[in-house]
């Protein structure tokens, strides 16, 4: 995808074995990368969400294990990594997933040969990843095309945080289709939940739509449904973080009841699926750890002020406590369908198993 008419990746490699990636917690006021080193660089950047999105955590934890192999190639601090970077985030499966490659790649494997294999393993990762995300967009096209040919003027699709190219190395996931819709000349128009207490909605998904053309309105977390009953939304599709065997769908907080208020007035409600973010080892969704965050980020926000500079403001009564649980489940039984790379399938174990046998 392209910034300012300029292609990027959300993770790059440097000639000198390290990465840069986008510092996505100063967009979209500026747009600014930050340069990455080694594996605590890497866990820090994934905990304080400089990088964000299941797949791009994936990355970022990979490149981190082939900097502590760089550092130390012996199988104590193989595991020492593999624990660190594991602990940073909770929920995302894809950050488990590629620290389980990244292990198999390595574990049998001679210490002089190590970071080379690392270095190489992580790199498959993120083209992999590319490859994905477009394949989730042609076949997610499919859907746009059809529910386009069904109505005059333009298409009205909700979806709920971030699930772009930001989230992604390149195209994401729930955005990737519309994306390819928009190139098409397909009219499209996305309504955009800011999605509190972050905002990545209003920050991240508005500014990759805007930079990419495609149309677009910021609405408060809560007015979906509003614009759902009143026939303003065709179709709403999200991004998940990890989906569990009988299609439960853990996403960002507040995705659940999208989903609600989809079944409520017969909007269709798809979820983009990526295989790496496919747990079978999970039954359902209750059994999903859900990551608690710093009740701050509900407490406080950061915004622009006249003279150009940001700043960080209170915005609850003073001394009122916070809870700030990042995500939550939305049962399989709200879900049209998930869209994924290999095709699209009813959100059931049986549906997940006739494209994903593997698993």
Not at 236 to 250: E, K, L, P, Q, W
Not at 261 to 278: E, Q, R
């Amino acid at each position: 995808m392209k910034i300012h008419g300029k292609h990027y990746r959300t993770i790059w490699t440097l000639a000198d074995e390290s990465i840069e990636v986008i510092d996505q917690t100063k967009l979209p006021h500026s747009f600014e990368t930050a340069v990455l080193k080694t594996a605590d660089d890497c866990a820090d950047a994934i905990r304080t969400m400089l990088v964000r999105g299941a797949p791009l955590i994936g990355a970022t934890a990979a490149y981190g294990v082939a900097f502590a192999m760089k550092k130390d190639p012996s199988s104590k601090a193989l595991v020492a990594a593999l624990d660190m970077l594991g602990a940073t985030r909770p929920t995302a499966v894809n950050l488990r997933w590629a620290l389980q490659r990244m292990h198999e790649a390595l574990h049998n494997r001679g210490h002089d040969d190590r970071f080379a294999l690392a270095w190489a393993e992580a790199a498959k990762i993120c083209d992999e990843d590319v490859e994905v995300c477009h394949a989730i967009g042609v076949n997610g096209l499919n859907i746009l095309r059809a529910a386009a040919a069904k109505k005059t003027g333009t298409l009205n699709v909700l979806t709920h945080c971030n699930a772009g190219w930001l989230a992604t190395v390149d195209w994401g996931t729930a955005l990737a289709p519309i994306y390819m819709a928009h190139d098409e000349g397909i009219d499209i128009h996305v309504w955009v939940d800011e999605t509190r207490p972050r905002n990545q909605g209003a920050s991240l998904t508005a500014y990759e739509l805007g930079a990419h053309g495609v149309k677009h309105t910021i609405i408060a977390d809560n007015a979906g449904g509003h614009y759902m009953q009143h026939g303003k939304i065709d179709l709403v599709i999200v991004g998940t973080d990890r989906v569990t065997a009988n299609g439960d769908v853990a996403n960002k907080i507040g995705t659940y009841l999208k989903a609600l208020a989809a079944h409520d007035n017969g909007v269709p409600f798809y979820v983009a699926l990526p295989s790496p973010t496919l747990d079978f080892s999970m039954a359902k969704g209750s059994d999903i750890p859900i990551e608690e965050r710093s009740g701050d980020e509900v407490l406080k926000m950061t915004g622009r002020l006249p003279d150009g500079g940001l700043a960080t403001v209170e915005i609850a009564a003073p001394g009122s406590p916070a809870a700030n649980p990042a995500f939550d489940v939305t049962p399989a039984r709200l879900v049209t369908a998930f869209i994924t790379e290999r095709g699209v399938c009813e959100a059931t174990e049986a549906g997940l198993k006739s494209l994903f046998p593997s698993h």
